[in-house]
């Protein structure tokens, strides 16, 4: 599986660990994973440090898991994305939907 998840209880928040490619070959795993009723957070980690190519399916996936977590007030941090997938969120605007470190 190119996904693993891990949830702090403590501080109600999901960690989703993304495999080499970030494409549409994991969004049953995502989905389940984050978007399904009961995979509701507070906040979510999406760590992108093993990922070496991203689609614009991915891009969807991340709008539906905002969507998800509730909009505006979601709390998701994308973390330890390479200069070429910074990059392409920054074009895509997602720097202004996620919080980029």
């Known amino acids: 599986m190119s996904l ?3 949830h702090d209880s403590e501080h109600d928040c999901l960690t989703l660990q993304l495999g080499e490619r970030f494409d549409f070959s994991v969004h049953r795993d995502f989905h389940d ?3 399904s009723a009961d995979a509701r957070a507070r906040s979510y980690i999406v760590d992108l440090s093993e990922v070496a190519s991203m ?3 991915a891009l969807g996936m991340l709008l539906l898991l905002r969507e998800h977590a509730g ?3 979601a709390d998701i ?3 330890n994305a390479g200069s070429e997938l910074r ?3 920054k074009v895509a605007g997602f720097d202004k ?3 980029l470190h």
Request: net charge negative.
């Open 4 to 6: 693993t998840v891990h």
């Open 33 to 35: 994973a984050c978007l």
């Open 55 to 57: 689609d614009s399916s």
């Open 71 to 73: 909009a505006d007030h």
């Open 77 to 79: 941090r994308i973390v």
């Open 87 to 89: 990059s392409t969120l």
């Open 97 to 99: 939907l996620f919080v």
